[in-house]
């Protein structure tokens, strides 16, 4: 039975392929999970509206991400903590630390969206990396200071 491939499955292939499957794994199991539809004249035409709809709001998503690396980039972002004489801090900078700071400037974003490379355990300047969204990703200037 040929099939046109609605979500991209790891071992049947992308979103608008067309593969040809045994009959009672399509329909047994592709097609009441919506992960597949019967490949006809007019479900090419519907793949096709559905690709043109991703794209759409995917290039909105992108649009939305590159506002954000803006502002972002455009923010040097303040985070005061106890530290020691020798500039160490009692404890590191979390990342959450810093969403939350980041949500007081008015820019709420999710968890994992912030590189650490290292702990932050000393004061001073750090740049670090956002990951926006795949094509986009924006620079942070971080500021360490002691209360």
Do not use: C
Not at 57 to 77: G, Y
């Amino acid at each position: 039975m040929k099939i046109i491939i609605t979500k991209d499955t790891e071992k049947l292939g992308k979103e608008g392929d067309v593969i040809e499957v045994k009959e009672g794994f399509a329909r047994n199991f592709l097609l009441p999970r919506g992960l597949a539809i019967k490949a006809t004249k007019n479900s090419f035409k519907e793949i096709e509206e559905l690709k043109k709809r991703k794209d759409k709001q995917e290039e909105k998503v992108k649009i939305d991400a590159l506002e954000i690396k803006t502002k972002i980039e455009a923010l040097s972002l303040t985070i005061t903590t106890e530290a020691k004489d020798t500039e160490e801090l009692y404890g590191s900078i979390t990342e959450q630390q810093i969403l939350k700071a980041l949500k007081e400037e008015g820019l709420a974003l999710d968890k994992g969206k912030i590189a650490l490379p290292e702990p932050v355990k000393k004061l001073g300047v750090y740049n670090l990396k956002v990951k926006l969204h795949p094509t986009v990703e924006a620079n942070l200037r971080l500021w360490v200071m002691k209360k």
